[in-house]
């Protein structure tokens, strides 16, 4: 078991898993258990300093992005001189996002769309308990979360059963589709030209692709526009665009390649209404 260590003054537990853009984690003893793709990990705060334990140091080393500044991250933010995006950088420095496995992260988000938290946490745990492999984590066992290849052959009542309403279409074409074809072609793609080809996978729009980019993908200059950013877009920003393809532009145009850090730090400071 390997322990990796990062100040929990810009890692908070609580903040970086509910904040939704991960879904498979669950309370365990001082904080959590997480699962990413076939991997499990233990993270928990004590005095001022976050803990990981984990078999794979060098992969949640890279998936919870320690080796980043987020001290600088946190001045960028209050230097923009918003008084939205500065609470949420003070109040929610803790916050960090997540380097995931892209596949995954495709599912989990046509999972999300028109739909709450504990019900896409449902869905995937379902999915997982059906078709992953079995593992085990600190004398516990856990299921990992399937490849394309056991996603596409399950088929769409496979998941119309599980509760995935009418996503159960989108998740088994797309995944039919990256069973065949991989998704190794996406890496090297600009995040212009990544975000359009996501768009061609049934089932994902700009919010979901954007929401895949940031989260799946690291193009931390993606920022998905939900009903959270267009309230806050109008009340702290004064913007009156409608269009959600043009109020992610504004945000993209003002924030640049720091939009996603910026992004989450908004939706924070809204979502708990500092």
Do not use: H
Not at 19 to 29: D, H, N
Not at 47 to 65: E, K, L
Not at 170 to 198: D, F, H, N, Q, V
Request: aromatic share 14%; charged share 25%.
């Amino acid at each position: 078991m390997e322990i990796l260590e990062c100040d929990a003054a810009y890692f908070s537990p609580r903040d970086v898993l509910e904040c939704g853009q991960i879904f498979r984690f669950a309370p365990y003893k001082e904080g959590y258990k997480v699962f990413s793709a076939d991997r499990a990990c233990y993270i928990y705060t004590r005095a001022n300093t976050t803990y990981i334990a984990c078999d794979d140091g060098r992969y949640f080393y890279d998936f919870f992005d320690l080796g980043r500044d987020y001290a600088a991250i946190v001045k960028k933010a209050k230097s923009f001189d918003v008084p939205l995006l500065t609470r949420g950088a003070t109040l929610g420095a803790g916050l960090r996002l997540l380097n995931q496995n892209a596949e995954e992260m495709i599912y989990s988000f046509i999972i999300s769309q028109n739909n709450n938290i504990p019900r896409i946490k449902g869905i995937i745990e379902r999915i997982c308990a059906a078709l992953g492999e079995e593992r085990e984590f600190m004398g516990e066992k856990y299921r990992t979360f399937p490849n394309s290849a056991a996603l596409a052959a399950a088929g769409a009542p496979f998941f119309k059963q599980l509760g995935a309403g009418y996503r159960d279409e989108y998740l088994a074409k797309t995944s039919a589709r990256i069973a065949k074809e991989g998704i190794g072609m996406l890496y090297p793609l600009p995040t212009a030209k990544l975000k359009k080809e996501l768009l061609t996978y049934t089932g994902i729009g700009p919010k979901v692709a954007d929401c895949i980019s940031l989260f799946g993908f690291g193009r931390r200059e993606s920022f998905p526009v939900d009903t959270w950013i267009e309230k806050l877009y109008r009340e702290d920003f004064g913007g009156t665009l409608k269009d959600r393809n043009k109020i992610n532009a504004y945000f993209c145009g003002l924030f640049g390649e720091d939009a996603g850090y910026m992004q989450q730090y908004l939706f924070y400071a809204k979502r708990e209404n500092m």
